[in-house]
């Protein structure tokens, strides 16, 4: 079938555009911190309150609902964004762990050996469990279930959404997230230090 010429002419840019776009994710700056979350508990306060918070003290956070836009491909942007973040922060709520995407955005962090502040938003570290609902690979189980007995044994913080206090909360997760980036490029530069000493 032959093609008309405004079809092949639609296709050519398309097919122009598509390297150019790949060239811009290549070039497009790390984010300083990946805030994964369980939406509907929290993309309208915690999570929501703390990218905006970050972002105006000038650092480059990663919240799903504010850096993608109709048409991304979930995984790809989600996952590319934690390889190249340089702290996670994990927002626990009480339905993280119905999430299949919530579990695989903290197994990848921890995989990736990312720095992960967890936060322990209206629920204990003791309630949070992956679940088996049969749908899921046994190997994405076993994944989910290590990396969040990793991050229920890291040193967070615990909010109470209805009593507790918000600019003290937002203070305080700010300031856990500058620290360990500071540690993170403190490591980086130490490293980087030594592979020039030994070549």
Known sequence: MQRSPTARFVCNQILRNQSHIKTKLRQQPPCDVFINHRGIDTKRNVSGLLNDHLRRLGFRPFLDCKNMKPGDKLFDNIDIAIQKCKVGVAVFSPQYCD??????????????????IPIFCDVKPSELRVKDDGICPTEDLDRFHLALEEAKYTV?????????????????????????????????????????YYN
């Open 156 to 196: 967070g913080l615990t909010f109470d959404t209805l009593r507790g206090d918000w600019p003290e909360f937002l203070d305080s997760a700010s300031d856990a997230v500058i620290k360990n980036l500071l540690e993170v490029e403190k490591e980086k530069y130490f490293l980087k230090k030594k592979k020039n």
């Open 99 to 116: 999430s299949y995407f919530c579990l695989h955005e903290l197994a990848l962090m921890m995989e990736c050996k990312k720095r992960v």
